[in-house]
């Protein structure tokens, strides 16, 4: 399969399912995770260093991984993954962020609340990096 034919929006940490012939498209970071949940899945994507070139990279830059029912395959590098059934069938899969995407989540979290006190608190505006 192309890597540039449609899919799914996906967000982190859900569960997603593809049926008969849908592709997903994925923006993963460094140390994200991907997991088969239910059925057999296929994993496509370029090293990162030519991922730019697109279709004019050489065919030997792309990488297919096979991911069977409950394993788990852990990004090496960020970057665009193709994911799809490796058979006809639907498949179930988990993307799970890397711990990076979750400190980064929390800790704007963090922020935006501490922010919240303080202006109800008439604190002055200071913000958690400090």
Partial sequence: MLLGQSGTRLTHDTI???????????????RSSIVAAEGDLRLEFRDHSLAWLGDAAPDASATTIALRESDRYTMQQSG???????????????????GMDRMRRVRELFTALYQQLARVAGLPRASCDS
């Fill in 16 to 30: 997603a399912q593809l049926g008969k012939g849908q592709m997903a498209w994925q923006h993963l970071h460094a």
């Fill in 80 to 98: 665009m993954v193709a994911i799809s059934a490796m058979q006809a069938d639907c498949v179930a899969f988990v993307v799970q962020s890397s």
